[in-house]
Every structure is written in structure tokens, then in C-alpha cells.
């Protein structure tokens, strides 16, 4: 979509259009998720799906932090390229809000941790 179409296609079919690639992402995230657990579950036992089951819902969590940082930065590019801050929209759109830095400590833990050696 170019921002032509944005400024003259009626809201109704502007929304459908924006989040029918959303929703369909988000299907196909649950029928990962649902033949991930049959997988592990069949093939690699009861104990391995139930260390995913423990582990899913900070996924969750760290997935709807990632989507909130998104869609607010998203509206806040919006606002800056409409009142034709092309400046600012760029340095937004380029440097990480100050939520999302925080979180880059956090993501090589479980590598660091699945590496130790049990005795």
C-alpha cells in the first residue's frame, strides 16, 4: 500500500486490509504451537512438554512486550511522518524505544544456563 491508498480508502476495508495479515500470522503461530506440543509430547516424552508448558507463558509475555513497543512506536512514527517530521520519524523508526533495551539482557540467559555442566 502506498500513502496514497491510506488517505482515500474507507476505514472499514483500510482496517480489514491492515489486520487480515495479523490475524492470519497469528493462526499460524497457534498451529505452531499446537503441533510443537504433539511433537514433543510423542517423541521426546512427558517431561520435555512440560518444561514448554512452563516456559510458554513468559514467551507469551516477552511476545506481547515485543508487540507493545511495536505498535507504539508505529503509532508514534505515524504521528511524527504525518506532520511531515520525516527527521524524526527516521531516528524513531531506527533507535529502540528505552522499554525494548532492558530486555537484551535477559535473552542470552537460557543459552548461558543450557550450557553449564551437571555433576
Known amino acids: 500500500m502506498n500513502?496514497?491508498?491510506?488517505a482515500t480508502t474507507p476505514?472499514?476495508?483500510l482496517f480489514v486490509r491492515c489486520t487480515l495479515p495479523a490475524m492470519v500470522g497469528?493462526?499460524?503461530s497457534a498451529i505452531y504451537s499446537i503441533t510443537d506440543g504433539i511433537f514433543v509430547g510423542h517423541f521426546i516424552?512427558?517431561?520435555a512438554l512440560a518444561a514448554v508448558n512452563l516456559v510458554m507463558p513468559l514467551i507469551m509475555i516477552i511476545t506481547a512486550l515485543a508487540?507493545?513497543?511495536a505498535t507504539g512506536s508505529s503509532v508514534r512514527i505515524s504521528i511524527l511522518l504525518g506532520r511531515g517530521d520525516h527527521g524524526e520519524g527516521s531516528r524513531v523508526r531506527i533507535q529502540p524505544p528505552p522499554v525494548s533495551r532492558p530486555s537484551t539482557l535477559f535473552q542470552p540467559t537460557p543459552s548461558i544456563n543450557h550450557h553449564r555442566k551437571r555433576i
Not at 500513502?3 to 491510506?6: D, V
Request: hydrophobic share 40%.
Open 45 to 47: 516424552g512427558q517431561e
Open 26 to 28: 497469528m493462526g499460524f
Open 67 to 69: 508487540d507493545m513497543v
Open 3 to 6: 500513502e496514497q491508498e491510506f
Open 11 to 13: 476505514i472499514p476495508r
